[in-house]
């Protein structure tokens, strides 16, 4: 059934910045829509996006904000299609334009990996660290060829009025910083609420991208958070209480072990450091659900992206309430308690 108010639909479900080879699943990247009555707010930009929205029969001009977990690449990789393909399909949008919020400015480059013997130099020194806005900015810029055509030439809209970018605005007083203390307890915070939905976000640990923010939407008809990527975090716990799904990443460890097992050079070395560090398992994830007391979770962002369904249901009995390992374009029904209640 189809009938609920509120859907997640789960665009792409692969994480990590590749094309994952494999017979097994063909998963797009990282994105998801959260469908509230007729508009839909979206999650990441993995590749695909675009077509991902299409073939799930949502259409553009729904579309309620765009909201941004962290500026790694496979979750932004998209955001240029839709800043710049977006003019053929939001020109109703120029006296409301579509609200697309991200992390800020980073404020400092992150350490070097101590397993570095020459310290790598970093690319463009002269904004080293943009965010959200920032990025956006540069998209219009590197198209700038193209939507100079369409502007002057169609007298199209410049995504420039149909696009309303946002830095998140860390709270000040709690003792963030983007190498030291990155991940600090604090409540969650709102940073954007309209007439169908609030949105509330919370820092989790993704080393070394800062910041990194999972979300939470709730409406009247219920809530979904999103971990975006991260290890176990116990901010994750705080903003997902009670939640009625939890789409949190997983990643296979067994799979990381043989991806580097053979590898003794630096970067080899500093990579699997990396995984470990700042993604979680199937059971990890089960563990943050289970805290939580989410009602439902479901796993995305899945690495590898081609993996076969076994490898994300070991240990799913661990986890009192639904467990969900969704494919492209899945259309998980939000259900309260109280409607679960009603129902019975």
Known sequence: MNDSKMKAVTLGTAGGPRW???DSKDRAGI???????DRFYLVDAGHGVGRRIRQAGLELGDLGGIFITHLHSDHTIDLPSLVV??????QQRVDNPVPLLGPGDRGALPPVS???VVPPRPVAPA?????????F???????????????LDSLRPSPEALFDPRDIEIPGGIGHHPNTAPTPDMEPFVIFQDDLVTVTAILVEHPPVAPAFAFRFDSEHGSVTI???TCETDNLVRLAQGTDLLLHEAIDFDWVDQMYAHRDDDEGSASRDHHYKSHTSVNGAIRIASAAQARALALHHLVPGSADDT?????????DGTFLVPEDLDTINITTAAQAAMRS
């Open 137 to 151: 900015t540069s998209i219009v810029g590197a198209f700038a060829t193209d939507l100079n055509d369409r502007v």
């Open 85 to 90: 393909f977006g003019m053929h399909e939001l």
């Open 311 to 319: 490898v994300w249901h070991k240990g799913h009995t661990g986890f």
């Open 127 to 135: 904004n080293p660290t943009p965010g959200i806005a920032d990025m």
């Open 31 to 37: 994105s998801t829509a959260i469908v509230v009555e």
């Open 114 to 116: 101590p397993r570095a």
């Open 20 to 22: 994952w080879k494999g």
């Open 227 to 229: 971990s975006g990527d």
